[in-house]
């Protein structure tokens, strides 16, 4: 992820948004009455990992209407069966989609039940003050407000068999599928700093940088990010409060643009990098930062997803632009070597 400059998000004072018109929905978690620990979900997928054995410690119910990443065969199932079911166990494998920023879709993969596999159709945030749970879009603060657990949410196919809490499951990741993800994730990172590269002469007043020196158009103008398998799309928006900060798109050739970015890839990705995420602490919440040395210098970037460790595995990198008068699309696409 590397949430823009400007972006809001919800602050403690989105708390209040639970009286607008925003829409509560509050699962009982363990019907035992007993609540859940304030801890964080412990995630083994910033560092790689694809398989962990788990306890449950909640088993919750999931509006299919929160579960918006779900195949629409399976949410359509969901409708004759009624909400999904989702566990919340103490060790994660999944990288759950975050609905503030929703760069990264949800891991797909399984998870192994009383000897039973089943499939895990979505991964799906949630927060918890200790007693009710919510998820995605109903969750009222931001990641790491005071008083809060975050969780992954494994929201598992219609019909599945469901534990009970205290059991030991084992979740296993779709490997094939999240290496995409992580080969789309990482092209789309350095795809943005060749993009400020291409981008640096059109800057008229200084602006924040990013770590290779040029002028941070993709943090400045970023306004939504989608990875896809072995590729990504970033819009970034061309209006006035960009011409105000001193970006002049006057007489803007993408294909110019386009050509030069396209360069520096083949440039960076011919020497190659090194690519790590430094994390903080175990939890869901604990801060990631995308580290990457290229040629030109090394980036530092907030993000939570899940990313490549070199571009051993990279044949080409390369991107498309496309503008309009309000906005400018990058598409980037990886080729595997
Ligand atoms: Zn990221």
Redesign the pocket.
Known sequence: ??VPTDFGGLGSAGLVGVTRSRRSRQAVLRKDGQVLELIDTRVTFPAGGLRADAEVLAVVEVDRSEASTVDPAVRGAAAEVGALTGLVTTISPFHPVDHGWP??GPDRGTVTIDGVTVEVVDAVLGATQGVNLLTATNIPVRRGEPGWAFVVVHVLAPGSPVPVVGRRVLLEVDAPYRESLCFG?TA??IAALALNAALADRWRKPVPTDGLGHPNFDGLALVS?R?RPDGARDVYRLGKSLRKRGFDATGLSVEAVAAAANGTLARWVEAGATIAVETEGPGLTDRRT?VCDLPDGQER?????T?LQSLDGVAAITVDLDVTDSELTMETEVTRS
């Open positions: 992820m590397r760069d990264q994730h789309c990172h990010s990875i995308w970037i907030a993000c939570g997803g990313h």
